[in-house]
């Protein structure tokens, strides 16, 4: 059964720091493309950043600039930087396998169980 498990939330002051983190397990990571996303209080998902099998990055307008994702292939683990953290970055963060099209991500099948980040003075 695939699983993935997020770590790292908590509660921090606006301008401060995060990192997030994705345990993988039971499917070889490596091949496959990895997404955040997430979901802030009464709204619906907000997708962050990608991270395919190929190496490339990318990144919604909103996080652009601050947040950084990367993985380690060896350790199966999906990670997010988090920088300069504001308010409205406020949600539930989650971590999510990317099914993929011709390279491009088009949705996700299997999602982790989420990581709560709350930022407020």
């Known amino acids: 059964e695939v699983q993935l498990v997020e770590s790292g939330g908590g509660l921090v002051q606006p301008g401060g720091s995060l990192r997030l983190s994705c345990a993988a397990s039971?499917?070889?990571?490596?091949?496959?493309?990895m997404s955040w996303i997430r979901q802030a209080p009464g709204k619906g998902l907000e997708w962050v950043s990608s991270?395919?099998?190929?190496?490339?990055?990318s990144y919604a307008d909103s996080g652009k600039g601050r947040f950084t994702i990367s993985r380690d292939n060896a350790k199966n683990t999906l990670y997010l930087q988090m920088n300069s953290l504001k308010p409205e970055d406020t949600a539930v963060y989650y971590c999510?396998?990317?099914?993929?099209?011709?390279?491009?991500?088009?949705?996700?099948?299997?999602w982790g169980q989420g990581t709560q980040v709350t930022v407020s003075s």
């Open positions: 039971d499917f070889t990571f490596s091949t496959y493309a």
């Open positions: 991270f395919t099998s190929r190496g490339s990055t």
């Open positions: 999510a396998r990317g099914i993929t099209v011709m390279g491009v991500v088009i949705g996700w099948d299997y």
